[in-house]
C-alpha cells in the first residue's frame, strides 16, 4: 500500500511538470505566432483606392528613377526616403499577391519590393494612413503610392 502511494504521487508530479512545460512550450508558440502574425506588406483605404502600407500602416512608395530589382535612391535621398528593410522574407497581409514580394541587397539589410520595384517609406509621414508624398519629385523623379497590382498610383483623387 506504502509503495502504491509513492508512485502514485511520482506519477502525479512528473504528469503535472510535463503539463507545465507543455503549456510553457504552448504559451511560447502563440507568442511567436502572435509575432510572425504581422505581415511585412499590407493594403490600406485611402482616397487613392487601396495602397501598399508597411507592418505599422505606413505609406509605401516606389520611385520612378529606379530599375526593376534596383534601387537608385542613396546618400541624402535615403534620409528623406528610407529603405523598408526586412531580415528573412517579407510576408503578405490579405490582398498583397506573396508572388510579388521580393528582396535586393542593399546598405544596412534586405530592401523590400513589390513587383520588382524597391519599396520607400517617406520621413514626412509623421502617423500610419499618412500619404504626403504622392507625386514627388525629389531627388530627380516622381515617388507614387503602389496599387495591390504593383502599379504606381499616378492620379491624385
Known amino acids: 500500500m506504502r509503495i502504491t502511494r509513492v508512485i502514485s504521487v511520482g506519477v502525479v508530479c512528473l504528469a503535472a511538470g510535463m503539463l507545465a512545460s507543455q503549456s510553457g512550450a504552448g504559451a511560447r508558440a502563440a507568442a511567436t505566432a502572435r ?5 511585412t506588406v499590407s493594403l490600406r483605404s485611402t482616397a ?3 495602397i501598399l502600407v508597411d507592418s505599422k500602416g505606413f505609406t509605401l512608395y516606389l520611385w520612378a528613377k529606379d530599375k526593376k530589382d534596383k534601387s537608385e535612391c542613396s546618400g541624402p535621398c535615403l534620409d528623406v526616403w528610407p529603405f523598408v528593410l526586412v531580415s528573412g522574407k517579407p510576408t503578405a497581409g490579405p490582398g498583397v499577391k506573396a508572388s ?3 528582396t535586393i541587397k542593399e546598405k544596412g539589410g534586405e530592401e523590400v519590393t513589390y513587383d ?4 520607400y517609406t517617406y ?3 509623421t502617423k500610419p ?3 504626403s508624398g504622392e507625386g514627388n519629385t525629389s531627388f530627380g523623379a516622381p515617388w507614387w503610392v503602389v496599387s495591390p497590382s504593383g502599379s504606381a498610383i499616378t492620379k491624385k483623387p
Not at 509575432?35 to 505581415?39: N, V
Not at 520588382?116 to 519599396?119: D, K
Open 116 to 119: 520588382g520595384h524597391p519599396l
Open 123 to 125: 520621413v514626412s509621414d
Open 35 to 39: 509575432s510572425a502574425a504581422t505581415p
Open 48 to 50: 487613392y483606392g487601396k
Open 100 to 102: 510579388l514580394l521580393g
Open 129 to 131: 494612413g499618412v500619404v
